[in-house]
């Protein structure tokens, strides 16, 4: 079988490699004049730069399994040390309590000492460890569930920011069974989910560095998919760069692709383009499909790239100059040094954005060149 693959991100390259498992004949088309999509990752100076994602969840095993039949294994390190992240609750910056994660405590004095909550939003929180079950088997909108388990305020106030800003959209929009399914897990094995983020914690203050649900690649996730892209050429599959693929036709036998100056036939197409690709690429062939998937485009990432020097930067340096670009609108910020990735990230949920600064070591002149991507 013929398959043709439209986008070279991650998506198009894991589904090529898929098709390659499964014995298909692969062509990989890809627009730009590069692999890879949003994943981007700089090696300068010493310094690993990444420019769009720079960690995967180690709690959704695809990436993980990917990783290992690729090799790279070995490769794998979680992000700690000195990240820090700082959300804003009434009125403030408060930092994160230790031992929290993306919306439970593993520890529970920090989290009953915090600022971020107030005293009702503690009290109606802890309603979790009394409540039964509450999911049936059908799947609900994390913020649903979230607030009917531990109240308005976890979900305002932890799980907008943390899980809404990974995503680009609220947490009444994300789907419990695709996005974090492993809350489902916790209610079935737990019942309360303070008690299983408590007893999480407790095993991985025994296995040290198992709390953080962040991995990266010690050379950057762009080494992802340079390995990917050398297995993927070994295993006989096509890689095109160049190749902007601009209609889709249907033959008897499968698929047409109209690209400028060429064309090719597939009898299976994958669309990993995004959505907005899809919807063009789609609009002549499958206007339904087209017209749900644009009605469904409704994160708009605004990506801020601040380059800023890295030494001199006091405490509120650089959440100073975030504040100042994105105004009220910052609701956490992620403040990273670890070596060797040093960088800084803002989520502005309300405004479905996400600003993200790389720190780096540029001299002692500020750049303040703030570059626009949508
Ligand atoms: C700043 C930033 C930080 C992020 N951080 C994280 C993170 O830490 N962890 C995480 O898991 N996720 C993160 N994300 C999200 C993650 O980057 C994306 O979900 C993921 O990279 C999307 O991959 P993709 O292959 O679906 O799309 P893309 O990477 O966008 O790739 C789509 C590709 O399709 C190509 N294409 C489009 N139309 C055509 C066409 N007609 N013909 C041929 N080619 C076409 C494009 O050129 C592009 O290369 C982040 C995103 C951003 C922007």
């Not at 994160?96 to 994660?101: N, R």
């Given at each position: 079988m013929r398959l043709a693959v439209i986008g070279g991100g991650i998506a198009g390259l894991a589904a090529a490699w898929e098709g390659v498992q499964q014995g298909a004949d692969v062509v990989l088309l890809e627009a730009s004049d590069r692999l890879g999509g949003k994943i981007l990752t700089e090696r300068a100076g010493g310094r690993i730069v990444e420019h769009g994602p720079d960690s995967f969840v180690a709690y959704r095993p695809a990436g993980l399994a990917l990783i290992r039949e690729l090799g790279l294994e070995d490769q794998i390190i979680a992000t700690h040390g000195t990240r820090k992240v700082q959300l804003r609750s009434r009125g403030r910056m408060h930092p994160?309590?230790?031992?929290?994660?993306m919306v439970l405590p593993t520890k529970m004095w920090p989290f009953i000492r915090t600022g971020i909550l107030s005293p009702w939003d503690k009290v109606r929180a802890g309603l979790d460890l009394v409540l039964p079950r509450l999911l049936g088997s059908e799947d609900v909108a994390i913020g649903d569930f979230l607030g009917r388990r531990l109240g308005k305020g976890i979900v305002r106030k932890f799980a907008d920011p943390m899980i809404g800003g990974i995503y680009g959209a609220t947490v009444e929009e994300l789907s419990l069974d695709a996005v974090l399914p492993s809350l489902r897990v916790s209610e079935r094995d737990h019942r309360s989910l303070m008690l299983a983020s408590l007893a999480q914690g407790r095993s991985a203050r025994v296995t040290p560095g198992a709390g953080s649900p962040f991995r990266t690649l010690r050379e950057g996730l762009g080494s992802l998919v340079e390995r990917l892209s050398e297995a993927l050429v070994a295993q006989g599959a096509e890689l095109r760069t160049g190749a902007d693929v601009r209609r889709l036709e249907r033959v008897t036998a499968g698929t047409r692709l109209l690209l400028a100056d060429d064309e090719l036939e597939a009898d299976a197409v994958v669309l990993a383009t995004g959505p907005a690709g899809a919807a063009r690429l789609l609009g002549e062939t499958e206007p339904e499909a087209a017209a749900a998937l644009a009605a469904d485009i409704s994160s708009r990432g605004l990506v801020l790239d601040v380059l800023i020097n890295n030494a001199g930067l006091g405490a509120g340096g650089p959440l100073n100059l975030v504040q100042e670009a994105a105004g009220q609108g910052v609701r956490a910020v992620l403040n990273e040094t670890d070596k060797p990735v040093a960088k800084h990230h803002c989520r502005i949920p309300s405004q479905r954005c996400c600003l993200h600064n790389s720190l780096l070591p540029l001299g002692s002149r500020v750049r303040p060149s703030f570059l626009l991507r949508l």
């Open positions: 994160l309590p230790d031992g929290m994660g």
